[in-house]
């Protein structure tokens, strides 16, 4: 309760209570403009309630059970296939904004991590994170989710491949800003 | 709908005969992440609603539509790769883009310049690889993003 009010003095609910109020306001005076606004905002969130709890429950079990620890010590070994592998796995793992995946590829460059493999982690990051491949099958469907990975998959080895290619012999370094 | 319920009760059920405790951790960290998107979920339910009663279904389905063309790719291309909108958000949103009319392919460009391309946060990338690094492989996610939003869009 206590974290509720303060996010609604920090704004976050203010579109909200607002909203809220058009519509008591439009009940009243019987505005009748809002009414289809009101219908197709009610038919958006009962989806939205019975959906996003089950796949947030099913994101949480994911990602206690995501054998993290493992994946994390093959890291560095393998080169090649095999190598790609595991930087995809790790990359699987992880939740969040690519911006967040900045100062992990800083700590993985420091331990040693190839350039490729560096950019094999972004793009798999940035493309094929558990969390996020478990929205968009519920939301657009388990063919549009296996053909967009499967197109992403070799597009960012692709990348990663003449990212390699270009920095190998610049002086490239990862810096923590 | 239904194979979403029977997967998570199962997976849950399978998770908590395995182990109680990482079971409860994994409930609590899931609905946290809920009620954490719950304020700008319904943010941009609001606006959702609002910008598809101001904009005709007719013109939505010629900008956006499937017969839209490069018109809508590159509407999808350009939005994608300036908003910064995490996957939590981006796909309720896509789904309802798409049943008033919005087809696979322009979703599917916006979803992947989205995910790949980032133009506000390219100041912060190359601040760690540097400014060249950071337009090179933004460049190169833009052409690749377009490349499987297209083949996504024909395959559909």
């Given at each position: 309760m206590k974290k509720i009010l303060s996010k609604i003095s920090l704004g976050e609910y203010i579109f909200i209570v607002l909203f809220g109020l058009v519509l008591v306001i439009s009940r009243a005076f019987h505005l009748s403009f809002v009414s289809p606004i009101a219908r197709s905002f009610w038919m958006f969130f009962a989806e939205m309630v019975t959906f996003l709890p089950l796949m947030f429950i099913l994101i949480g079990i994911i990602d206690v059970w995501a054998p993290k620890e493992k994946v994390e010590r093959h890291?560095?070994?393998?080169?090649g296939f095999k190598g790609i592998l595991w930087m995809i796995m790790l990359a699987m793992f992880q939740a969040g904004?690519?911006?967040?995946a900045f100062p992990v590829t800083y700590l993985l460059w420091k331990k040693g991590c190839s350039i490729r493999n560096i950019f094999i982690y972004l793009g798999a990051f940035s493309t094929m994170k558990l969390p996020m491949l478990t929205f968009e099958i519920g939301f657009l469907g388990l063919k549009f989710s296996l053909l967009r990975t499967l197109f992403t998959l070799p597009v960012f080895i692709v990348i990663s491949l003449i990212m390699e290619k270009y920095l190998h012999k610049k002086h490239f370094e990862i810096k923590q800003p | 709908m239904n194979f979403l319920i029977i997967v998570t009760v199962s997976v849950v059920l399978i998770s908590f005969f395995l182990d109680r405790e990482k079971t409860f951790t994994g409930l609590k960290k899931g609905l946290g992440m809920f009620v954490n998107i719950l304020p700008e979920l319904l943010n941009i339910l609001i606006l959702v609603s609002v910008v598809l009663y101001l904009i005709p279904q007719s013109m939505l389905i010629r900008w956006?539509?499937?017969?839209?063309g490069m018109t809508g790719i590159s509407i999808a291309a350009l939005t994608g790769s300036i908003s910064l909108i995490p996957g939590f958000i981006a796909y309720p949103l896509a789904a309802i883009l798409l049943k008033s009319g919005v087809s696979y392919g322009v979703l599917a460009v916006f979803i992947t310049t989205l995910m790949m391309v980032g133009i506000v946060t390219l100041p912060l990338e190359a601040k760690y690889y540097g400014l060249k690094t950071a337009l090179l492989r933004n460049g190169l996610s833009f052409l690749g993003a377009l490349i499987i939003g297209i083949l996504v869009g024909v395959f559909m």
């Amino acid at each position: 309760m206590k974290k509720i009010l303060s996010k609604i003095s920090l704004g976050e609910y203010i579109f909200i209570v607002l909203f809220g109020l058009v519509l008591v306001i439009s009940r009243a005076f019987h505005l009748s403009f809002v009414s289809p606004i009101a219908r197709s905002f009610w038919m958006f969130f009962a989806e939205m309630v019975t959906f996003l709890p089950l796949m947030f429950i099913l994101i949480g079990i994911i990602d206690v059970w995501a054998p993290k620890e493992k994946v994390e010590r093959h890291i560095g070994k393998g080169s090649g296939f095999k190598g790609i592998l595991w930087m995809i796995m790790l990359a699987m793992f992880q939740a969040g904004p690519l911006y967040g995946a900045f100062p992990v590829t800083y700590l993985l460059w420091k331990k040693g991590c190839s350039i490729r493999n560096i950019f094999i982690y972004l793009g798999a990051f940035s493309t094929m994170k558990l969390p996020m491949l478990t929205f968009e099958i519920g939301f657009l469907g388990l063919k549009f989710s296996l053909l967009r990975t499967l197109f992403t998959l070799p597009v960012f080895i692709v990348i990663s491949l003449i990212m390699e290619k270009y920095l190998h012999k610049k002086h490239f370094e990862i810096k923590q800003p | 709908m239904n194979f979403l319920i029977i997967v998570t009760v199962s997976v849950v059920l399978i998770s908590f005969f395995l182990d109680r405790e990482k079971t409860f951790t994994g409930l609590k960290k899931g609905l946290g992440m809920f009620v954490n998107i719950l304020p700008e979920l319904l943010n941009i339910l609001i606006l959702v609603s609002v910008v598809l009663y101001l904009i005709p279904q007719s013109m939505l389905i010629r900008w956006l539509g499937r017969d839209s063309g490069m018109t809508g790719i590159s509407i999808a291309a350009l939005t994608g790769s300036i908003s910064l909108i995490p996957g939590f958000i981006a796909y309720p949103l896509a789904a309802i883009l798409l049943k008033s009319g919005v087809s696979y392919g322009v979703l599917a460009v916006f979803i992947t310049t989205l995910m790949m391309v980032g133009i506000v946060t390219l100041p912060l990338e190359a601040k760690y690889y540097g400014l060249k690094t950071a337009l090179l492989r933004n460049g190169l996610s833009f052409l690749g993003a377009l490349i499987i939003g297209i083949l996504v869009g024909v395959f559909m």
